[in-house]
């Protein structure tokens, strides 16, 4: 992690930025990955797995068996700790929905807005380096909630050609049965575009490296709906003198222990804090199982002394990161200071692997920051929002003038007109 002192706000703008691959190179590669599932359906997907995850496939589909059989291969206290994770999630996301309220906005017009669900969404559930079943809890309960009919599951498949047991005994809680073993671009494009075994969706949900987050970015602008850009994770944490050194040392490690392109910010008003959080990165980086990918990534991270918590959250709504951890005495003054954020956790005994796995919150969050414009997925992502209105005559004789007097300086007289031989009819009643 590289440390700097003070660093002039000039040079912020450039500390924010990303390690980020080059757009056109990774655009070029799926682009051509898009064309290939276009032209060859499944046999791509096969192909293409045999390339990016090295694994020959003899079906691209979870077989009912290898579904059943995920129960008997968890531990008891993992498949409790998935259904306590699983009924916080629910808890949570049930308490957003939207109840309908009907309002009159002039006497005898009354409107009103309906959640519905999205019929065919697509869950892409990250498995390059790690088996994230925590994500299908994040993307599967909402999706259920809201009551999309058909859930479609890709997820690259593990080395024996079959997917974790942890993420189809996941899949099984939620009742979901179409698992592809597929991952990275060809997983997106077979859920934009369709295969012989995989039906095209309307939406697809789901973090994932690079590749996946480009991918769903480009299938965006061909008409299928996204839920936001969640890429490689990241966390910011604003740490004074009251902040425990290790823990928060913990906190960097967790977020980049994700992979080699997932970023840490360390802000500190605390010369003392810094160097003491500097020795924790390094003692607890050494018994780190995924130290490869954790060390790369604190190589792309920064460690920065500023002035004072005013000047901390300057710089994080700037940075506008995936994750914050207030670890600051007084982390409730700052709440009304964040403005952007994807999830925020507070004081010393909160930390970012709460929400990643069993608070409650949602763990798909936008990264690079798409935080300044977009929130992390919610019950809202599974539906749309239709609006009705219902105008009584009544209604219509004391809103119709208004219309036709905008629709006439519009100079669009048919509108005007549909409101106008309505007006005639109730007048002469
Ligand atoms: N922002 C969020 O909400 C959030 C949540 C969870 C995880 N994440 C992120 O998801 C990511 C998971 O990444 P992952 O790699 O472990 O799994 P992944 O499933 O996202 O990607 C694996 C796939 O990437 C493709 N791939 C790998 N190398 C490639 C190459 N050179 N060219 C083309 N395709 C290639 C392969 O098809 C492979 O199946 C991490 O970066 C993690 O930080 C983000
Ligand atoms: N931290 C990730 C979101 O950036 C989510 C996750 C899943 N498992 C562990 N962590
Ligand atoms: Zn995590």
Redesign the pocket.
């Known amino acids: 992690m590289q440390r700097i002192e003070y660093p002039a706000q000039e040079t912020w703008a450039e500390l924010v930025k990303r390690p980020t691959k080059n757009y056109e190179d990774l655009e070029a590669?799926i682009q051509s990955t898009f064309k290939l599932v276009q032209q060859k359906g499944d046999t791509a997907l096969l192909e293409?797995a045999e390339k990016?995850?090295k694994v020959n496939l003899t079906d691209l589909l979870a077989s009912e068996d290898e579904i059943n059989s995920s129960d008997t291969k968890l531990p008891d206290e993992l498949k409790e700790a998935i259904r306590q994770a699983y009924s916080n999630i629910k808890k949570l996301h049930e308490q957003q929905a939207e109840p309908i309220k009907q309002v009159e906005t002039m006497t005898g017009v009354t409107c009103w807005r309906k959640s519905v669900a999205i019929d065919k969404v697509g869950l892409y559930i990250?498995?390059?380096?790690?088996p994230?079943f925590s994500?299908l809890l994040m993307l599967g309960v909402p999706a259920r909630i809201a009551g999309c009919r058909e859930i479609v599951l890709c997820t690259?498949p593990n080395k024996e050609g079959s997917v974790h047991p942890a993420i189809l005994y996941t899949a099984s809680l939620l009742g979901i049965t179409k698992i592809v073993k597929a991952?990275?671009?060809?997983a997106v494009a077979a859920l934009a575009y369709g295969t012989e075994s995989v039906p095209a969706v309307s939406k697809i949900f789901g973090?994932?490296?690079q590749?996946?987050t480009v991918a769903k970015q480009m299938v965006s602008k061909a008409g299928v709906a996204i839920d936001l850009p969640?890429?490689?994770?990241e966390v910011l944490v604003m740490a004074d003198d009251t902040a425990h050194p290790a823990f928060v040392a913990a906190d960097l490690l967790s977020q980049a222990e994700?992979?080699a392109?997932?970023q840490v910010v360390l802000l500190t008003n605390s010369a003392k804090l810094l160097e003491a959080v500097t020795q924790e990165l390094q003692a607890q980086l050494e018994v780190l199982p995924r130290k490869e990918f954790a060390a790369k990534a604190l190589d792309n991270s920064v460690g920065l002394l500023l002035k004072d918590v005013e000047e901390m959250l300057q710089f994080s709504n700037l940075y506008a990161p995936?994750h914050l951890i207030l670890s600051v005495a007084d982390f409730e003054s700052l709440l009304d200071g964040i403005t952007n954020a994807g999830s925020v956790f507070l004081g010393n005994y909160s930390p970012e692997s709460a929400g990643d796995y069993a608070s409650g919150t949602n763990?798909?969050?936008p990264?690079n920051g798409f935080a300044r414009a977009y929130s992390g997925v919610s019950l809202d992502s599974f539906v749309k929002k239709i609006t009705f209105q219902h105008i009584t005559p009544a209604g219509l004789q004391n809103i119709g003038k208004t219309i036709e007097i905008m629709a006439a300086a519009e100079g669009l007289d048919a509108h005007k007109n549909a409101v106008s031989i309505r007006l005639k009819e109730v007048q002469n009643v």
């Open positions: 590669g293409l990016f995850d990250p498995g390059g380096t790690a994230l994500t690259p991952g990275g671009a060809q973090p994932g490296n590749y996946v969640a890429g490689p994770s994700h992979g392109d997932s995936e763990h798909t969050l990264t």
